[in-house]
C-alpha cells in the first residue's frame, strides 16, 4: 500500500486534493502536525469532502513521532534540492512519499541525513515549485504505474460503450 506524507502542511486546498488522490488509489494518507487548518469532521463536511470517508487519514504530533510509529523500511523525501529525480527510483508496495510544507518543503537537515533518499520533480529552474498537489499526485502515480496500478479500475467504459467499436 502506497503511503503518502504530508509534513505540516499549510494549504486546507492541497491537502483535500492530495486525500481526493489517496481516496481514489487507496492510499494512506499520513499527516504530520501542526496543520494549517482543521480536519475535524465538522470542518470536513462543511469544505463538501465527500471522498473523506474513503481515505485512511492518520495524523502525528511531528515528525520524529511519525517516525517511530511507522518505521518505514522504504521511504522517500520529495524535494526540490533532491540529487535525482524521481523517475530513477524503484518504488515497492510499501513506500512512503515524504513531502514538505508548501512554503519551506522539508527540513535540510532531514534532507542531509537522508540525501540518498532525496527525489525531485524536473522542473525549469527558474521555477520555484510545483504545487503541492500535483507533486504529489506525479509522484503516486508513478509509484502506481510501477507496480501495475494494484487494485486500480485500468479501464472505463461509456454509457453505450457496446455499441462502440475499438
Not at 15 to 35: D, F, K, M, Q, Y
Not at 110 to 130: F, K, N, T, V
Request: proline share 5%.
Amino acid at each position: 500500500m502506497l503511503h503518502i506524507v504530508l509534513v505540516e502542511p499549510e494549504i486546507p486546498q492541497n491537502c483535500g486534493n492530495i486525500a481526493r488522490t489517496c481516496a481514489a488509489t487507496g492510499s494512506v494518507l499520513h499527516l504530520v502536525e501542526p496543520l494549517g487548518f482543521d480536519i475535524s469532521d465538522r470542518a470536513v463536511r462543511r469544505a463538501g469532502l465527500d471522498y473523506w470517508h474513503l481515505v485512511d487519514v492518520r495524523t502525528y504530533r511531528n515528525l520524529d513521532r511519525f517516525f517511530q510509529v511507522n518505521h518505514p523500511a522504504e521511504f522517500y523525501l520529495l524535494s526540490t534540492k533532491a540529487p535525482r529525480a524521481y523517475t530513477e527510483a524503484a518504488f515497492g508496495p510499501d513506500a512512503y512519499l515524504i513531502f514538505g510544507k508548501e512554503t519551506r518543503g522539508l527540513p535540510e537537515d532531514l534532507l542531509r541525513r537522508h540525501y540518498g533518499r532525496c527525489l525531485r520533480i524536473p522542473i525549469r529552474s527558474e521555477a520555484r515549485s510545483l504545487n503541492l498537489a500535483n507533486s504529489a499526485a506525479i509522484v503516486a502515480f508513478e509509484a502506481l504505474r510501477q507496480q501495475g496500478f494494484p487494485h486500480l479500475a485500468q479501464a472505463g467504459r461509456l454509457s453505450d460503450a457496446e455499441t462502440i467499436k475499438i
